[in-house]
C-alpha cells in the first residue's frame, strides 16, 4: 500500500506543496519520478499517475508548481493560474529545481536516479527541468506538452552541454498548440544542447491526447485513445531504460 504525504518547502517566500507517493519503506533506495502537473494544478489525475508509477516499484513526487492551495479546474479554464508561470519561466524553473531537492530528500529515493514527467503544461515544466541540467535528474518526459524554451534561454544555450538528462517528447501531429515550427525548434535545441532526445509523433492525435473525456476538436483538444495507450507504453519502457537499467533498487550501505 502508498504512503501519501505532503512535502512543504519555500521558493522565493511562496510555499509549496508537493505531495508524495511512496511504496512500502522497505529499507532500499528506488529511483523517482516527479509528476508535473498541467494547467490545472495537483489534481486527482496527478496523483493516479503517481499511483501507477508506484507500482511499477518507483518512489514518486506530484511536484507543485503554483503554490500552496493554488489548485484550478481540471475542466475549466486555469489561464490565471498558469500564465504567471510562463511569464517568469526562472521563478518556474527555480520551483521545479526546489521540488527534484525534495524528491533527493525523501527516505528511500535514490537522488541520483530521478526522472520527470508531465502532460501538458507539466510537459513544458519536465523539459524546463532538463534545461537546467541539475545533479540526479536522468531522464524527462513530456507527453503533449509545450516545447519552446524560456525567452532567457536560447535554442544553442538553453543548457550546458551536454543536457546529461535523457529526453523523450511525445506529440500529437494535429496538435495546433504546438505547430511544427516549434517541433523543429525543439529538435534544433536539443540537438545543441547535446541531449540524448527522441520524439514519438502520433498522427491525427490532437492536444491532450491523454485526456479522457477532452472533446473540444474544434479548439485542438481531442482525446485519442490509440496515442493515450501508446505513450504510456513508451513511457514506461523510457523509464525502465532511464532508471532501471542498473537494477530497480539500490540496498542502503
Known amino acids: 500500500m502508498s504512503d501519501l504525504r505532503t512535502i512543504a518547502y519555500s521558493v522565493r517566500g511562496q510555499r509549496m506543496e508537493s505531495v508524495a507517493v511512496l511504496p512500502e519503506n ?6 523517482c519520478v516527479l509528476v508535473c502537473h498541467d494547467w490545472s494544478g495537483i489534481n486527482e489525475y496527478t496523483l493516479e499517475t503517481c499511483e501507477k508509477l508506484v507500482a511499477l516499484g518507483y518512489a514518486a513526487l506530484a511536484v507543485d508548481a503554483y503554490g500552496a492551495g493554488l489548485r484550478g479546474d481540471p475542466v475549466g479554464d486555469n489561464s490565471h493560474l498558469m500564465t504567471p508561470c510562463l511569464q517568469d519561466r526562472d521563478l518556474l524553473q527555480e520551483r521545479l529545481l526546489a521540488g527534484l531537492a525534495a524528491a533527493a530528500d525523501l527516505a ?5 536516479n530521478i526522472a520527470a514527467l508531465g502532460y501538458c503544461f507539466g510537459g513544458l515544466c519536465a523539459l524546463d527541468l532538463a534545461r537546467r541540467n541539475p545533479d540526479g535528474l536522468r531522464g524527462v518526459v513530456t507527453v503533449h506538452g509545450a516545447l519552446n524554451p ?3 534561454q536560447s535554442p544553442t544555450a538553453s543548457a550546458p552541454a551536454p543536457m546529461r538528462a535523457r529526453v523523450l517528447m ?11 515550427a516549434e517541433v523543429k525548434g525543439a529538435f ?23 485526456f479522457t473525456g477532452a472533446a473540444f476538436p474544434e479548439r485542438g483538444i481531442q482525446h485519442h485513445p490509440h496515442a493515450h495507450r501508446r505513450s504510456w507504453k ?3 519502457t523510457f523509464l525502465e ?6 537494477g530497480i533498487i539500490r540496498t542502503k550501505s
Open 170 to 180: 511525445l506529440h500529437g501531429w494535429a496538435d495546433p498548440i504546438v505547430p511544427p
Open 234 to 236: 513508451t513511457t514506461c
Open 241 to 246: 531504460e532511464t532508471l532501471m537499467d542498473d
Open 26 to 31: 522497505d529499507g532500499s533506495l528506488r529511483p
Open 188 to 210: 534544433e535545441e536539443f540537438t545543441a544542447a547535446g541531449a540524448n532526445w527522441e520524439m514519438q509523433i502520433y498522427g491525427h492525435a490532437m492536444h491532450a491526447f491523454t
Open 108 to 112: 528511500g529515493v535514490n537522488a541520483e
Open 150 to 152: 524560456p525567452p532567457s
